[in-house]
């Protein structure tokens, strides 16, 4: 079922066949430090690496019998490379500096995949805060009406989450970026730390510190650990797009393609799948996150009940964030926005967003702001209250002008300088310039 959510990149990457290429390179490249240090001859290393193959469906099957994957493997190869060469594969080796440093490259290549991936999502979100810089809405909190902002502010925020998400896994893709060949207890008892060395920076890799037979657990789960913040933000903003949309609201859409269905039993629907899609997907990394944190608390130096748990959660954790990270950036570039609705839900509250900007003026004039706001929620309550009696003309404005006590210390002129957009949109252009989010398509 994961497959479906997934590119090819990604897929190749996690395949069984991959795993066992880059096994073999492990054991060759350890192959040939030996050889550099006097062990191995040349002549043995030149025999391995001109026969050195295998075979998955060979491998597979010895598993069946050994059960055993990576003696099925060295078996395998074994088999092609001949005697005498091959005693000198896999030797001084256990089986974690194999699986362990292997895992490794996975999940680097893996963060790169997802690092291009965040950085192609900024790009959309980064041309739709350009687009809608000063595209008027109203601003909630628990819900309800605030007051302003604009459409391109909420993008621009969305841009600097995702700036943190980038940050987050390049941190993520350095701190994985580590192997081992130091033996079955870390002691590199039969290897030396030199030969180690040598094997992770060929594979653009840093050799563990210390190590037990396994690299430490708290390494692995920092990565799903990081991969989980990034869904997490991932469904943030998908929850965010899904409440746009509701019908009451219809201030963004997820775009609905010719053709496409709603619902089984009604037609007109619209509903915003692709957002609910994301969020739930959501929860499966978060839960694949408190497994790979389990697995944190191994035996001694090593035990393999975190083995099973890893070929589960981090293939599926890979591949489900990149799909969710592809798919957020095609929702977000081809969301409907409706500028209109935004302006009509705005005028909803009658200009109460006002409140507080009132509020401060009449502080500046000399009201205690225990003062200030009494005659500001008066004013609110009579707009409530006008509303929702079916008067009109009766907006936040106007209740403070027939007040005579704010008449008292602001006039018109001020009202109206006051109860304004502009009022509350003088500093979205450096917002926006300060997170690079430049070349804006409009004016202030």
């Excluded at 990576?70 to 490379?81: D, G, L, P, R, Y």
């Excluded at 628990?142 to 600097?160: C, S």
């Excluded at 701190?175 to 920076?201: N, Q």
């Excluded at 944190?296 to 090593?302: F, G, T, Y």
Aim: hydrophobic fraction near 45%; include cysteine; charged fraction near 25%.
């Amino acid at each position: 079922m994961i497959q479906r959510y997934s590119r090819p990149e990604m897929r190749a990457i996690w395949s069984e066949q991959r795993k066992l290429e880059i096994w073999l390179q492990i054991e060759l490249i350890a192959a040939e430090a030996l050889s550099a240090e006097g062990l191995v001859p040349k002549k043995d290393l030149a025999q391995m690496k001109a026969k050195a193959a295998f075979s998955l469906e060979r491998c597979q099957d010895l598993e069946r019998t050994l059960n055993h994957d990576v003696i099925a493997f060295t078996t395998n190869v074994a088999e092609n490379i001949g005697a005498p060469a091959s005693r000198w594969l896999h030797f001084g080796l256990t089986s974690s500096d194999v699986l362990d440093t292997a895992f490794a490259v996975q999940m680097v290549q893996s963060a790169d995949i997802l690092l291009a991936d965040v950085k192609a999502l900024r790009e959309v979100v980064a041309a739709k805060a350009r687009k809608h810089a000063f595209t008027p809405m109203i601003g909630r909190s628990h819900g309800i009406h605030a007051e302003p902002t604009t459409f391109g502010m909420k993008m621009a925020l969305m841009y600097d989450e995702f700036g943190r998400a980038l940050r987050r896994l390049e941190q993520a893709r350095e701190t994985v970026s580590v192997g081992k060949l130091s033996g079955a207890v870390g002691t590199s008892a039969h290897l030396s730390p030199p030969i180690e060395s040598y094997v992770c920076r060929r594979l653009g890799l840093r050799p563990a510190p210390i190590a037990t037979q396994v690299v430490q657990r708290d390494i692995h789960a920092e990565f799903i650990v990081t991969l989980a913040l990034v869904a997490a933000s991932i469904e943030r903003w998908a929850t965010e797009f899904r409440h746009l949309q509701r019908t009451e609201v219809l201030e963004a859409e997820e775009f609905f393609a010719p053709g496409q269905k709603g619902s089984s039993a009604m037609p007109h629907k619209r509903n915003p799948i692709t957002g609910e899609r994301l969020t739930g997907l959501a929860r499966v990394i978060r839960g694949n996150a408190v497994a790979a944190l389990e697995n944190v608390a191994l035996w001694h130096e090593r035990d393999i009940s975190h083995s099973s748990v890893e070929r589960v959660i981090f293939p599926d954790s890979c591949l489900l964030l990149d799909y969710m990270l592809v798919t957020l950036a095609k929702l977000t570039e081809g969301l409907i926005v409706y500028p209109e609705n935004m302006a009509r839900n705005l005028e909803l509250s009658l200009g109460m967003w006002n409140s507080q900007t009132v509020l401060l003026a009449l502080i500046k004039k000399g009201l205690t702001r225990e003062a200030a706001y009494d005659l500001v929620q008066r004013s609110a309550m009579k707009t409530w209250q006008a509303k929702h009696a079916g008067q009109t003309g009766a907006d936040f404005k106007t209740q403070l002008l027939g007040d005579p006590e704010v008449a008292q210390y602001l006039s018109r002129a001020e009202l109206d300088r006051l109860c304004n957009l502009k009022f509350h949109f003088r500093h979205v252009k450096a917002r926006l310039k300060k997170l690079g989010i430049v070349n804006l398509e409009v004016s202030s």
